[in-house]
């Protein structure tokens, strides 16, 4: 698990993390949500040891992470704009994290690289941003350590790649310890993909739950009711997270079960009612607004 | 069955390793081939050089031969080594570290599950290697090139070794110094100044400083000594390095070595914190540490100011220069603080910020200015208290009069000659330190010299410190303390002052045994003895009757021994000029091949003016035919130019009065008070066509004479 306790980190006077406390289970994908300078790739560094937090504490696995050798054979770091060394090709690559990550598989390399019809002898500076990114996935999915943290790597993939990754992630999560932390800025592109979501906004974590729960505990409901009594005591009855009128169809977006929800609702004696699925965004806006964030504008 | 084990795992790491080296020196193979070549050219091909100088001439001698071979092992190959390890070792610290300007590459490559020391101690190993390998093969190979050629012993394996050892801890020390500088820079343009700052800071602040010594002080004497020796000769690591090799090639190098391999493991552990310590998030700052940004601003700031202001203080001729300076001042510290400001923050905008600063380095430069102009730490009046005073030694040189070379005789019979009035065979002072009398004499120059400061218009101050003071009267001085410290000084010094000292040195020092150490030759190798006398004509001496060569050397001997202080600093009346030859390839090997000493004989040296009598020639100046003598006026900046007539006196009486103010130029010392501002030349009866030179006495100088220089300083 991935422990992160108070953690802060500034560039001078700018507070990139500030006072952050995540947990990041085991065998789960994390997303890390955060609009452009929320700290994402600041705390993904931290997390990665390759930059010393100003206060709080990352640990890996009970170890800590900055300059601990052991800890950071766990983890493997993509970074959103990767560096490869000049005139390597991927064959070099996995000779150079051969020496680093000892678990590194070259015969799941060679299988993957065959799989996304990438050529091992070919230089990766004449490689596409996309195939570099494909190529740092399967890097990273190779070196056999327990977390993968990407920075944006899924941003460049064309929708078939984004899909073949997923799927890779799932296989690596099935078949052995695996924990992914993807760092995005579009709520979209991690929705189907994760299982557990953290926001990030100006360094701080607004919220961070597991995206079944929240989907299982909050639902949309549409209905039209016979009177304004009635609705005045649904919504009494509801714990309700925002609800909209259009004409006489009433939209309520509540916490709790399709079935509490639905037995309340049928219980007024609508004359039309129905539950319409949540996205994600959805999801996250209604929660932080009850926080007391207006963050519509935060996602793509 | 365990050493089998043992074996098999070394075999894997091993192997393991070579691995790692082999990734991670992909697309640099370009630093050993460098180094091969460097190395190719340095050493084999220099040494074929040499052998085809020393084959190709005529009658070549294998002992000499051999002898300069050794001498390729401990100096040249160290020199030419020398650059090229240099600048190998600035392109391996680049190559190995400059990955942490750029943010990109410092994430990848601290993301790797290795810790920052032991990334830090591989590519410093993978460096070394480069360097290394490319190295021992030139330098086996040059000894196999050697050995074919006849040239192989025990003692050129030492030398090589030895060589390997000095050119490694000077690579590391190049090596360390570059990595931490990329350590403690976050860009390309800063590292690149801080480089450039590293190699040349301690010339550019020694020279400064030497800028001001000499337009501020009037005894300050261009020797490097103290701050400035350190400055320009051990503070940056090529000058360093070249010291370390000039020193070992005089074989005296303990000391020097001694402080390399400290500065060098200083510096490696410097280096090695700063890697340790740096935020991963530095890269593309300017300075990554706030206290080494301010230190550098500091030394830069400092003597830019006062630098510019030295510059503004000399460009008027006179009048107002120290407003000039104040401005120079101002304008120096502003820009170079700005400048420094801009680079930091990479914005134009920011030229002004950190004004505190800006007002500290100022204050700083306004003390040190003042310090200069004001003198409040006593530079031209320092004098070592006589109990802290070692030794002392002086430059008495031809224009003092008795200038004679100091001979040492070796253990094994051989000569040398002191090349240098600094070294330690040439002190002045006697057994027992330096005596009150001598240190008296030096008390009266100071004061003597401040004086006259004090008296003398701005405009002759000016005049001197942009054109120094007339040579013949300068003696520069050394003192040793008994700490070991050595401080050097130049006195402006009169005849009057001179005579005081030179008697005292010889009462208290060891100046007469300086003058009579040419004695210590054997007089066999005497091959020459000329005179010259009165008329200021030389004439050889006794070519038929080489053994009153004896005889002369045993009476200036005995003269010299019982001549007292006071005989010895009044005007002598002939020259003699002894020459000495010795054979080149002999036993008795002398670091010369001849050597000429002329020591001048005074009135009280009754033998050896018996002899000299014997030869006819005129010992005084009454005995001279004069015909002409001209008397040409020129002073300070004015010289004697042909377009000012000269004054010409042929007429009997008056050539009588001048004969007792004549003096020939070789028989001048500067301790007789002559006049100054004239040029002499006398023309001699019966030799009409030749001109000689000359001075006058200013004692016994006639009034008509006088009074014509007058008229003639008129026009």
């Not at chain 2, 600093?569 to 091949?593: C, D, G, H, M, R």
Request: net charge negative; charged share 20%; glycine share 8%.
């Amino acid at each position: 698990m991935i422990d992160i306790k108070e953690c802060s980190k500034s560039f001078g006077k700018i507070k990139a993390v500030n006072q952050v406390s995540l947990d990041i289970g085991e065998r789960e994908v994390f997303g890390l949500v955060g609009s452009n300078g929320a700290g994402k790739s600041t705390l993904l560094r931290v997390i990665a040891g390759i930059l010393k937090p100003d206060g709080g504490a990352v640990s890996i696995d009970t170890l800590p992470v900055y300059e601990n050798r052991e800890a950071k054979e766990k983890l493997f770091y993509i970074s959103d704009d990767s560096y490869f060394p000049a005139n390597y090709t991927s064959e070099d690559m996995t000779a150079f994290y051969k020496n680093y990550y000892p678990a590194f598989s070259l015969q799941r390399f060679r299988q993957l690289t065959e799989e996304f019809h990438l050529d091992r002898k070919q230089k990766i500076h004449t490689f596409s941003k996309g195939m570099k990114k494909q190529l740092m996935m399967i890097l990273g999915i190779c070196s056999g350590t327990k977390y993968l943290l990407c920075d944006e790597s899924f941003d460049g993939l064309d929708p078939v790649m984004r899909q073949a990754v997923k799927s890779l992630f799932a296989s690596e999560i099935m078949n052995r310890e695996f924990t992914p932390v993807i760092a995005s800025h579009n709520l979209r592109e991690l929705e189907d993909i994760c299982d557990h979501v953290g926001l990030l906004h100006k360094g701080g974590v607004l919220l961070s739950r597991d995206l079944e729960d929240m989907k299982f505990h909050i639902h949309k409901v549409q209905c039209v009711l016979r009177d304004m009594e009635k609705e005045k005591e649904l919504e009494k009855e509801l714990e309700v997270l925002k609800i909209r009128r259009q004409g006489s169809l009433l939209l309520i977006t509540a916490r709790g079960t399709k079935m509490e929800i639905m037995n309340r609702v049928q219980a007024k004696e609508p004359l039309f009612c129905e539950i319409i699925p949540l996205s994600l965004e959805e999801i996250f806006i209604s929660e932080t607004e009850v926080a007391g964030y207006e963050i519509q504008n935060l996602f793509i | 069955m365990k050493s089998r084990i043992y074996s098999s795992d070394g075999a894997k790491a091993a192997k393991e390793k070579y691995t790692a080296v082999k990734i991670i020196s992909k697309g640099q193979t370009w630093i050993p081939v460098f180094f091969f070549l460097g190395f190719l050219i340095s050493f084999v091909i220099v040494e074929l050089l040499y052998f085809g100088n020393w084959f190709g001439a005529v009658n070549p001698m294998m002992e000499e031969i051999s002898i300069l071979y050794e001498g390729l092992w401990t100096e040249s190959f160290l020199y030419t080594g020398f650059v090229v390890i240099m600048c190998g070792a600035v392109i391996n610290g680049v190559q190995s570290f400059w990955y942490l300007y750029s943010s990109r590459k410092t994430d990848f490559y601290h993301s790797l599950p290795v810790k920052r020391s032991h990334l830090f101690w591989q590519r410093t190993g993978i460096g070394i290697l480069y360097y290394l390998i490319p190295y021992m093969l030139m330098v086996f190979l040059c000894v196999c090139v050697g050995a074919a050629r006849g040239f192989f012993h025990l003692k050129i394996i030492g030398m090589a070794l030895m060589m390997c050892f000095l050119h490694f801890l000077l690579y590391l020390l190049m090596y360390f110094c570059t990595v931490l500088i990329i350590c403690v820079t976050g860009n390309l343009l800063m590292g690149a100044l801080c480089l450039g700052g590293l190699m040349l800071y301690g010339h550019m602040l020694g020279s400064l400083i030497v800028a001001c010594r000499t337009i501020f002080y009037d005894t300050f004497y261009m020797e490097r000594y103290g701050l400035l020796r350190f400055l320009f000769e051990y503070a940056s690591p090529f000058s360093l390095g070249r010291n370390l090799l000039e020193q070992y090639g005089g074989g005296d190098y303990a000391a020097i070595f001694i402080a390399v391999i400290c500065v060098t493991s200083a510096v490696g552990m410097c280096s090695y914190m700063a890697f340790l310590k740096r935020p991963s998030e530095s890269a593309g700052r300017p300075m990554v540490y706030g206290l080494a940004g301010i230190t550098v601003k500091f030394m830069v700031v400092v003597p830019c100011g006062l630098g510019l202001g030295l510059i503004f203080y000399m460009l008027p001729d006179s009048g107002e220069r120290n407003v000039w300076g104040i401005f120079g001042i101002v304008l120096g510290t502003v820009l170079s603080h700005g400048g420094l400001e801009v680079i930091y923050h990479m914005n134009f905008q920011k030229f002004w910020s950190k004004t505190h600063h800006l007002v500290l380095a100022g204050l700083l430069i306004a003390v040190c200015a003042a310090n200069y102009q004001m003198d409040f730490l006593k530079f031209d009046d320092y004098i070592p208290k006589q109990e802290n005073l070692k030794a002392i030694y002086m430059s008495i040189d031809s224009q003092i009069g008795v200038n004679m070379p100091i001979v040492l005789k070796k253990e094994n019979g051989s000569y040398s000659v002191l090349g240098a009035w600094t070294s330690e065979e040439a002190v002045l002072s006697g057994e027992g330190g330096v005596g009150e009398k001598t240190l008296q004499a030096i008390k009266e120059i100071v004061e003597k010299q401040k004086r006259e400061k004090e008296n003398s218009s701005q405009e002759s101050i000016n005049y001197y410190r942009n054109w120094g003071v007339p040579a013949e009267r300068e003696l520069p001085v050394k003192y040793t303390l008994k700490s070991g410290r050595e401080i050097f000084r130049i006195y402006k010094i009169d005849g009057e002052s001179l005579c005081r000292l030179l008697a005292a040195l010889y009462e208290e020092g060891t100046l007469k045994e300086h003058q009579m150490s040419f004695l210590t030759m054997d007089s066999k190798y005497l091959t020459d003895v000329k005179g010259t006398f009165a008329s200021g004509e030389e004439y050889s001496l006794f070519q038929e009757e080489t053994k009153k060569y004896e005889e002369i050397l045993d009476a200036f001997s005995k003269d010299m021994e019982e001549a007292s202080a006071q005989e010895l600093l009044v005007q002598p009346i002939a020259q003699l000029s002894l020459e000495y030859t010795f054979p080149v390839y002999e036993n008795t090997y002398t670091s010369f091949s001849n050597i000429v000493v002329y020591p001048k004989i005074f009135p009280s040296f009754k033998r050896t003016v018996a002899i000299l009598k014997e030869t006819g020639y005129p010992i005084s100046m009454e005995k001279v035919s004069l015909k002409k003598v001209n008397i040409s006026y020129c002073a300070g900046a004015v010289s004697c130019s042909d377009e000012m007539e000269p004054l010409t006196y042929e007429d009997e009486a008056e050539l009588k009065k001048l004969k007792k103010a004549l003096l020939p130029s070789d028989l001048t010392c500067a301790w007789i008070p002559k006049e100054e501002e004239i040029y002499v030349e006398y023309y001699l009866e019966g030799n009409d066509q030749y001109a000689y030179y000359g001075t006058l006495l200013s004692d016994s100088m006639p009034d008509f004479v006088r009074k014509d220089l007058e008229e003639l300083k008129g026009k």
